[in-house]
T-cell receptor, first 115, second 115 residues
C-alpha cells in the first residue's frame, strides 16, 4: 500500500505571497492532519479534516487554512506569507482519526522557504 | 491540556550498547502514547504506541517502550544499538479527552550511535 504523499517537496516563496500544499492519504484513510515543524517551536498541530470537514484546529492564525476533497485528499493554504512561516509542513493520515488510539502515518513533508 | 517532555536534547550511545530515550507526559485522562522517528529530510515514521494493557510495548526495528503510570513516563529502549538508529526521536501523546485533537509532541531527542 502506498504511503502518504505530499507535493511539492520543496517550495520557495516571497513574503506576501500565498501557497498551496497538497497531501494524498493512504488508501482507505479518511482523516488527514497537518503539522508545522520548525527548529524553534518543534512540531505543532495545524488542523484535521475528516469527511471534507475541519474537525479540529490548532492555535494558528486565520492565514492558515485547509480543505479536504471527497477522495480524502487534502490541501492547505497559507496566505500573506511571513518569514516565520518557513517550515517543514507534514501531513498525516489515519483511518478515522477520531479515536485517540488511531495511528497517524506521516508523509515526507513539504519544505517551505519564505524569502 | 496535555504535554510531553523529552528531557534530553541528545543521547550518545556506543554501537552494541543498550539505549534509552526518555519521555514524560501530562494528561487529564488516560494517556495514549506514541513514538516516532525522523531521519534527515524525511517525515516521521511510526515506531510504536501504548494504548492499554502490558506496560512493555514492542515496536518496529527492535524498539520497545516501557509505560510507567506512577512516574508518568514512556521511555523508548533498545537492547543493542545500531549506527543506523541515529536519528531524531519524538514522543507524542493524545489523551482520552482530546478526541480528535492532534498529537502533542515533545521537542525531540537526537540519538547518536557511535561506531
Amino acid at each position: 500500500k502506498a504511503g502518504v504523499t505530499q507535493t511539492p517537496r520543496y517550495l520557495i516563496k516571497t513574503r506576501g505571497q500565498q501557497v498551496t500544499l497538497s497531501c494524498s492519504p493512504i488508501s482507505g484513510h479518511r482523516s488527514v492532519s497537518w503539522y508545522q515543524q520548525t527548529p524553534g517551536q518543534g512540531l505543532q498541530f495545524l488542523f484535521e479534516y475528516f469527511s471534507e470537514t475541519q474537525r479540529n484546529k490548532g492555535n494558528f492564525p486565520g492565514r492558515f487554512s485547509g480543505r479536504q476533497f471527497s477522495n480524502s485528499r487534502s490541501e492547505m493554504n497559507v496566505s500573506t506569507l511571513e518569514l516565520g512561516d518557513s517550515a517543514l509542513y507534514l501531513c498525516a493520515s489515519s483511518i478515522v482519526g477520531a479515536a485517540p488510539t488511531d495511528t497517524q502515518y506521516f508523509g515526507p513533508g513539504t519544505r517551505l522557504t519564505v524569502l | 491540556a496535555q504535554s510531553v517532555a523529552q528531557p534530553e536534547d541528545q543521547v550518545n550511545v556506543a554501537e552494541g550498547n543498550p539505549l534509552t530515550v526518555k519521555c514524560t507526559y501530562s494528561v487529564s485522562g488516560n494517556p495514549y502514547l506514541f513514538w516516532y522517528v525522523q531521519y534527515p529530510n524525511r517525515g516521521l515514521q511510526f515506531l510504536l504506541k501504548y494504548i492499554t494493557g502490558d506496560n512493555l510495548v514492542k515496536g518496529s526495528y527492535g524498539f520497545e517502550a516501557e509505560f510507567n503510570k506512577s512516574q508518568t513516563s514512556f521511555h523508548l529502549k533498545k537492547p543493542s544499538a545500531l549506527v543506523s538508529d541515529s536519528a531524531l526521536y519524538f514522543c507524542a501523546v493524545r489523551d482520552i479527552g482530546g478526541g480528535a485533537d492532534g498529537l502533542t509532541f515533545g521537542k525531540g531527542t537526537h540519538l547518536i550511535i557511535q561506531p
